[in-house]
């Protein structure tokens, strides 16, 4: 079983849509938790960070479900601009380590 | 505005060939990280420094080795590049330890090895 685990989508959605995606990941001690967003030949860059009693930042929502070791992020209104890839990352046990999900591929069209 | 470079876009390189790939960041982070992301199967740690001259292994460092002689530089050696290393290099860094500190990323080279 992978440490970290997506869908990869692809997730083609219009303009204006709400999706949501999810995650679960195995190491019942992962303590950090996040979602960065990685656009086409670029690198990586932290969306947002993940908190037990769950966190938005404007379109933005992440979850986390500690039972269930799962994690979600759901974009509303999505925006063109919002087509790239989402990593869902958790650090492992109690270290700096982090591991990458292998990403959910966002597709927004007009 | 945090920075992290890399010294190579794009690199070709040929079997047997000892490959040098230099980060460099500007944030006076502790820690540093070398990974590489291959299609399918997401970013993987090779490995990660918490200090100069200290250096850990991540997941997969068979083939690598790093250098880190002064803070602000990470360096990934291939000793004799292969085939199976052609790959997208990614260095990051990170202010503190305890995992929960953002990563920032280097925008990564692309290493094609013939």
């Known amino acids: 079983r992978k440490e970290v685990e997506q869908d990869p989508g692809p997730f083609n959605v219009p303009e204006g849509a709400t999706v949501a995606f999810n995650c679960t990941y195995s190491?019942?001690?992962?303590?950090?938790f996040f979602w960065y967003r990685q656009d086409c030949r670029k690198e990586p860059k932290l969306l947002m960070s993940?908190?037990?009693s769950g966190n938005e930042d404007g379109r933005f929502t992440a979850q986390l479900n500690r039972a269930s070791q799962y994690i979600s992020l759901l974009i509303r209104d999505s925006k063109l601009s919002d087509s790239a890839t989402y990593l869902c990352?958790?650090?492992?046990?109690?270290?700096?380590?982090?591991?990458f999900g292998t990403g959910t591929r966002l597709q927004v069209f007009p | 505005d945090v920075k992290v470079t890399q010294s190579s876009r794009y690199l070709v390189k040929r079997t047997g060939e000892k490959v040098f790939l230099e980060c460099v960041q500007d944030?006076?982070?502790?820690?540093m990280f070398w990974y590489r992301q291959d299609p399918g199967l997401g970013l993987r740690l090779i490995y990660f420094?918490?200090?100069?001259?200290?250096?850990e292994k991540g997941d997969i460092p068979e083939g690598y080795s790093v250098s880190r002689e002064k803070k602000e530089r990470f360096s990934l050696i291939l000793e004799s590049a292969s085939t199976n290393q052609t790959s997208m290099y990614l260095c990051?860094?990170?202010?503190?330890?305890?995992?929960?500190?953002?990563?920032?990323f280097g925008p990564g080279t692309r290493l094609t090895v013939l």
């Open positions: 990051a860094s990170s202010l503190v330890g305890s995992g929960t500190d953002t990563q920032y």
């Open positions: 190491n019942s001690a992962s303590q950090s």
């Open positions: 993940v908190y037990s």
């Open positions: 990352v958790v650090n492992r046990g109690n270290t700096d380590k982090l591991i």
């Open positions: 944030m006076d982070h502790e820690n």
């Open positions: 420094s918490y200090d100069v001259k200290m250096k």
